[in-house]
């Protein structure tokens, strides 16, 4: 099983990126997929999530109205689109999933996901 994520980069505040997630061993149909960011000297946050299966999402507060997350079955594959991105959304952002997680709804520790994404960086600023 690999996670893929790309499309990190330097955005101005207010400006948008579109992030990409390709799984391969896995399928959208069966396994939630999952977007964590981790800013320099925090902890790893889950910011969002999608289910296919479930026709679920989860965002937290943070990025609510301002990130859209979705998924293409036939590229297996999740974006996150990034819009009026502030310099707060600085951070690796990482793509993660689990096995016998099918849906957005089960909150499980960050070590207990089998699966991550090597990260990618953005990094908002002026």
């Known amino acids: 099983v690999q996670l893929q994520a790309s499309g990190g980069g330097l955005v101005q505040p207010g400006g948008s990126l579109r992030l990409s997630c390709v799984a391969s061993g896995i399928t959208l149909e069966s396994t939630a997929i999952n977007w964590f960011r981790q800013a320099p000297g925090k902890e790893r946050e889950r910011i969002s999530c999608?289910?296919?299966?479930?026709?679920?999402?989860y965002y937290t507060g943070s990025v609510k109205g301002r990130f859209t997350i979705s998924g293409d079955r036939a590229k297996n594959t999740v974006y996150l689109q990034m819009n009026s991105l502030e310099p707060e959304d600085t951070a690796v952002y990482y793509c993660?999933?689990?096995?016998?997680?099918?849906?957005?709804?089960?909150?499980?520790?960050?070590?207990?996901?089998?699966?991550w994404g090597q990260g990618t960086l953005v990094t908002v600023s002026s």
């Open positions: 993660a999933a689990d096995s016998s997680l099918p849906t957005c709804g089960i909150v499980i520790a960050n070590d207990e996901y089998d699966y």
């Open positions: 999608i289910s296919i299966s479930a026709d679920d999402t």
